[in-house]
């Protein structure tokens, strides 16, 4: 090994034409460091032991004072030596091969207060960034002796790159270099022990200098961007941040990826870090990325903007594990407050504008802002639904006081005598499905009663507007299979929040209390209503949301999502009471279209993709017609897997600790 080593530094040193004296002087203790692996025989000795460290510092000063002699912007002699003989590359080869021992802490300090005490840019030069990378690599081993010379190093660099967010191309080039830089990150800010979080958080710019970094990245992508294309590009990881070349091209699709590469390397850097460290750096992207950008964007005046940030933010909230950061971006989304609003209450909070976006002149912006709720109901945070939904329901000032509750659903009224459905209707010679025969009485395992509901929302839908019967692979079957994966997984992430599994018995003696069902669902109530006269992709993005909601095993949820028979105080509706009314609306529509039954079976086909599509009359009413008819069944598969809500399946594992 010395003789190698001897053959390189021979190399280094080979040829030097002093013309100053300090330039000669640096290449002196230059060459006494040199002449020590070339003469050396003893590989035990520890470097302090030697003239080494004496050696760098006495080159170190003389790189500092030659500065300050020089016009400023003018690379000295001695620096512009250190760069053409490859100094910092032979140090960083030396400190590799820890010899002699203690070489590596004696690398790391140089490295270090060279980059901190020279004021020339030294980052961007290719024989001091490719040395750097390679130190990097050196670095984030578990118990490393040199653990707090590699701290220093690494936030002498952070320092550096928040001065010019730029540098961190240099130093995290694409490729194995920039991966395992990357990597001793990682691994760095996650063994770090409280005294060093507290340091990289308190007296370092490594938290700054990656979020801002993270703020480039999006501010370098277009104003605007297809939503359709930013979901495409769903997947990208910290490991590989190209955009898939399978993938079609747009612009901005590589700005688009680096920059949700760069996220999900932030959100690893927070599920890894120290809880110190975590906070922070979630802390910063919320304030820098969500405060200072993307909110004034989503309250923007301008269309495309609300779309496009509504659209990544949708994307950062799929890629999102972290909780720390799970944590920062739900306070930011849904605000603090947890009360129960009022009707005649006109917030002005983020949550608020939301809500209202979901309602929006612009049938794009809907669809983006309900997409965004529907991947914020996923998320293992209780807040989101306790503040959308449960805080609404708590209590249950929906249920008619002063009536004892049924103990059965067979004491509640047949859908026949449901007061919507005679509003006038059946004397126009409509009539919903047939009921089935009456069930058996009511077993211990509460089955009838899953029966009762079950058919309640299968018949729903009239048999002149029904049409999934025509065809294959529409059936009821096929949506119980998908919806009881998706309690169970819906069940599993929730187990932790310890909700509980029956409702509070009503006192009959106790006051109605007004109810409102909060501006989340009255706006998914609304947009309900409006099936028939919507665009189908919206249908299907409310009913998909509604679907979501229902799934949740909460006994409230269970109540006003799924109870058909429910006994609803004056002036309260429900999710069934909602559809009702949309079935009465129906009725009296299909009376003025002409061959309703083969022009709706004709659009199902299309919709279906078995024949090509063409422009029908009442098209956008027949698409909201199929909606109603499949969201129909998706909630009586749902209302099947749920019930009763004591059942077994409601018992699942949590999921691991550190992800969401």
């Known amino acids: 090994m010395l003789s190698r080593l001897g053959a390189l530094l021979q190399e280094a040193v080979g040829a030097w034409e002093p013309t100053l004296d300090l330039l000669e002087a640096f290449v ?15 590989e035990n000795t520890p470097v302090k032991e030697t003239d080494i460290p004496w050696r760098l510092k006495q080159m170190l000063d003389i790189l500092v004072y030659e500065e300050r002699q020089q016009a400023a912007g003018e ?10 003989h490859k100094i910092l590359e032979t140090l960083c080869t030396l400190g590799k091969a820890e010899y002699p021992p203690g070489m590596r802490q004696q690398v790391f300090q140089f490295f270090s207060k060279v980059l901190a005490q020279v004021q020339h840019p030294l980052l961007h030069y290719l024989n001091v960034h490719r040395p750097v ?4 690599r050196l670095g984030g081993v578990p118990g490393s002796l040199t653990e707090k010379e590699e701290v220093q190093f690494t936030t002498v660099l952070c ?3 928040q001065q010019d967010p730029a540098l961190l191309t240099y130093i995290l080039e694409k490729g194995r270099v920039a991966l395992k830089a990357q990597e001793n990150l990682l691994l760095l ?5 409280q005294a060093a979080a507290t340091y990289l958080v308190q007296s370092s710019p490594c938290c700054p200098a990656i979020v801002k970094y993270l703020c480039q990245l999006y501010q370098s992508m277009p104003t605007f961007l297809d939503p359709a294309d930013i979901a495409a590009l769903e997947g990208i990881s910290w490991r590989l941040p190209s955009a898939p070349s399978d993938e079609a091209s747009f612009l901005g699709k590589e700005a688009l990826a680096a920059f949700l590469g760069w996220f999900d390397y932030c959100d690893h850097l927070v599920a890894e870090a120290h809880t110190v460290v975590a906070d922070a750096l979630a802390k910063a992207v919320a304030e820098k990325l969500f405060m200072e950008i993307l909110q004034p964007q989503l309250l923007h005046v301008s269309e495309q903007s609300v779309l496009t940030s509504t659209a990544l933010l949708t994307a950062l909230l799929r890629q999102l594990r972290s909780p720390a950061l799970l944590q920062e971006t739900v306070a930011f989304l849904l605000g603090p407050e947890q009360r129960p609003a009022a009707p005649e209450d006109s917030p002005c909070t983020l949550c608020a504008h939301l809500i209202r976006h979901c309602d929006h002149l612009s049938d794009e912006i809907s669809i983006a802002t309900l997409r965004l709720f529907e991947e914020l109901l996923q998320k293992p945070h209780e807040q989101v639904v306790r503040s959308l939904i449960l805080c609404h329901l708590e209590g249950r000032p929906y249920v008619a006081r002063g009536s004892q509750e049924p103990e059965s ?24 499905s047939a009921k089935p025969p009456p069930a058996p009485a009511t077993n211990s395992d509460g089955k009838t009663a899953v029966t009762e509901i079950v058919n309640s929302f299968l018949c729903l839908v009239p048999e002149e507007a029904k049409t999934s019967a025509f065809l294959e692979e529409t059936g009821y079957d096929t949506y119980v299979h998908d919806a009881y994966g998706l309690f169970q997984e819906c069940s599993s992430r929730v187990a932790p929040w310890g909700w509980p599994l029956a409702l509070t018995p ?11 069902e909060g501006h989340f669902l009255r706006m998914l109530f609304e947009r309900m209503s409006r099936i028939l006269e919507q665009p189908y992709s919206l249908n299907l ?3 998909s949301v509604l679907s979501r909601l229902a799934l949740f095993p909460h006994p409230l949820i269970h109540e006003y999502f799924l109870d058909p028979y429910i006994n609803l105080a004056p002036g309260c509706r429900s999710l069934f009471s909602v559809l009702v009314r949309v079935i009465g609306d129906l009725m009296q529509r299909i009376q003025r279209v002409p061959q309703f039954p083969g022009k709706l079976l004709l659009v199902r086909k299309q919709l279906m993709g078995h024949i090509p599509g063409e422009q029908l009359d009442h098209q956008t009413l027949l698409q909201g017609v199929v909606v109603l008819e499949e969201f129909c069944k998706e909630l009586a598969a749902i209302a099947f897997v749920k019930f009763p809500p004591q059942g077994p399946h409601l018992h699942l594992s949590p999921p691991p600790k550190g992800h969401v």
Do not use: M, N, R
């Not at 230059?30 to 692996?37: C, D, E, F």
């Not at 990378?133 to 990097?136: F, I, P, S």
């Not at 800010?189 to 022990?193: C, E, G, L, Y």
């Open 133 to 136: 990378q390679k130190l990097l």
């Open 159 to 161: 320092s550096k790159i």
């Open 75 to 84: 690379a000295g002699p001695c620096l512009e030596y250190l760069l053409q």
């Open 541 to 543: 993005q409310v009913t």
């Open 409 to 432: 659903y067979e004491d509640t009224l047949d859908l026949e005598e449901d007061p919507y459905f005679t509003d006038g209707l059946l004397d126009a010679g409509f009539q919903p």
């Open 28 to 42: 002196e203790h230059w060459k006494g460091i040199t002449h020590y692996y070339i003469e050396s025989t003893d």
């Open 506 to 516: 009503l006192d009959p003696h106790e006051p109605e209390q007004p109810f409102f």
């Open 189 to 193: 800010v996650s063994v770090a022990p």
